[in-house]
């Protein structure tokens, strides 16, 4: 099992800047990715951003893209989601998410991944 902790999520003004972290522990693997999906209130569940554990590469949904950062230290097991430019509609539960089998025509589909933290609130207001 993996267990997947995020924290970093919080209240914001429009414009600010919030980093978040979801740090990997249990049993380790190498390959697939992690990424994050969002919530919003009465909305399904989407897709955000992604890294793949090999060679790093990085996958956007349009909505954040240029303003969303997804890095990882694979050292601490742990990846980040900075996060810049926030707007009022990225108000939403952020999810880490994480899976041994995800590859590049899969990244965004949240059924790819095993593992899912318990999420975390952040909220922009305008």
């Known amino acids: 099992q993996v267990q997947l902790g995020e924290s970093g999520g919080g209240l914001v003004q429009t414009g600010g800047s919030l980093r978040l972290s979801c740090a990997a522990s249990g049993r380790s693997f190498t390959n697939g990715a992690m990424g994050w999906f969002r919530q919003a209130p009465g909305k399904e569940r989407e897709f955000v951003a992604t890294i793949h554990r090999n060679g790093g590469s990085t996958y956007y949904a349009d909505s954040v893209k240029g303003r969303f950062t997804i890095s990882r230290d694979k050292a601490k097991n742990t990846v980040y989601l900075q996060m810049t430019s926030l707007k009022p509609e990225d108000t939403a539960v952020y999810y880490c998410?994480?899976?041994?089998?995800?590859?590049?025509?899969?990244?965004?589909?949240?059924?790819?991944?095993?593992?899912w933290g318990q999420g975390t609130q952040v909220t922009v207001s305008s």
């Open positions: 998410a994480a899976g041994s089998g995800v590859i590049t025509s899969t990244v965004r589909i949240g059924s790819a991944y095993n593992y």
